[in-house]
């Protein structure tokens, strides 16, 4: 079945670092995949999305890279801030197109130390 | 704009208690979505509504019932519930279910259920 699962729970990086959060997903037919950042008691927010006919998007700060040869994501941050710090769901629209659904990966707790 | 509120931010009931949380944007979203969360787990979707008809109902129990009255407003109404449906309630919306749908989510409501 569809699942979409994150390497590691959790993620500790030095501020000014650079952060990867990896993503593996399992449906070599999904054709779209989201980046959310979770902070807490907030609802996810959108930070970047990108398509499975592209490998590469960027955005500020963020880069999202997609290897379908092996169904693998990743979200690179740079220079991460103390505000980064989070949890980062991967998502994956999975089954028909015209649902909607998506699933959510387990996601990785993202901390920044000073 | 890319904001959808939801009230109350926090609710707490009894079980014999019936109460409803809001939801609504106005990005001219024709898709809107209720997800649950458990702390530490990801959103696990509920119901899809698509141009204002329930199109999704991901074998919900029936002591949730979603309703739609309008294109920017959606509701979920509570009756009966149980301790284990304590969890964060989010909204969510999008342009109806077709090429890529990126999903914008509310803050959502902590429900406490006693």
């Known amino acids: 079945g569809e699942s979409v699962g994150l390497h590691l729970p959790t993620l500790s990086v030095q501020e000014g670092d650079n952060s990867i959060i990896n993503c593996a997903y399992s449906?070599?037919?999904?054709?779209?995949f989201i980046w959310y950042k979770q902070e807490s008691g907030k609802g996810p927010q959108f930070i970047i999305d990108?398509?499975?006919?592209?490998d590469k998007r960027q955005g500020q700060r963020v880069t999202v890279l997609l290897n379908k040869t092996v169904k693998h994501l990743s979200l690179q941050i740079a220079a991460t801030q103390p505000g980064d710090s989070a949890v980062y769901f991967c998502?994956?629209?999975?089954?028909?197109?015209?649902?909607?659904?998506?699933?959510f990966g387990q996601g990785t707790t993202l901390q920044v130390k000073p | 704009d890319t904001e959808v509120t939801q009230t109350p931010k926090h609710l707490v009931m009894g079980m014999t208690n019936k109460k409803s949380l809001k939801c609504e944007q106005h990005m001219g979203h024709r898709a809107m979505y209720w997800y649950k969360q458990k702390a530490k787990k990801p959103p696990e979707l509920m119901f899809v509504y698509s141009y204002e008809k329930l199109s999704i109902n991901e074998s919900v129990p029936s002591r949730f019932s979603p309703e739609c009255p309008n294109s920017s407003l959606l509701n979920l109404h509570l009756h009966a519930l149980q301790p284990e449906d304590s969890a964060l309630y989010l909204c969510a919306s999008s342009h109806p279910p077709r090429g890529t749908d990126t999903q914008y989510f509310g803050p959502g409501t902590r429900l406490t259920v006693l």
């Open positions: 998502a994956e629209r999975g089954g028909s197109s015209n649902t909607g659904k998506l699933i």
């Open positions: 449906n070599s037919a999904s054709d779209y």
């Open positions: 990108i398509r499975s006919n592209m």
